[in-house]
């Protein structure tokens, strides 16, 4: 039982490795979340504000693991051009887009007050 555990979180982290290496955008997303990160302790936010930061990396990651695995699913039925699979990887990426656009949002109405209140002291 053990054994298998431990072969499961190998094949989840060489999932991650994988994405890690391959995925632009999932690159991207992982420096905007330490940057995140960095300006929760900077600007000293709350245990709530802390939630829902910590919230908004983990989904985002998520929902980019899995515009990932959509996308190399659909390349694997079929490598060549398809209008439907296509469509397939371009509603993914809209799903993930959605969710960036959101967080964006609701990050500015977290860190925005406070890094006015520096500004404008």
Do not use: C
């Amino acid at each position: 039982m053990i054994k298998k555990q431990y072969l499961s979180f190998k094949n989840a982290f060489l999932g991650l490795f994988f994405i890690l290496k391959s995925q632009a955008n999932f690159r991207i997303h992982l420096f905007l979340s330490l940057l995140a990160i960095f300006l929760g302790f900077f600007l000293k936010i709350n245990y709530y504000e802390w939630l829902v930061i910590l919230t908004l990396i983990t989904t985002g990651l998520v929902v980019e693991a899995l515009n990932t695995v959509i996308e190399e699913s659909m390349d694997l039925i079929n490598s060549e051009w398809h209008q439907r699979i296509k469509i397939t990887k371009d509603m993914a990426a809209g799903a993930m887009l959605i969710f960036a656009l959101g967080s964006v949002i609701i990050a500015g109405l977290i860190f925005l007050p406070k890094i006015l209140i520096i500004f404008f002291r």
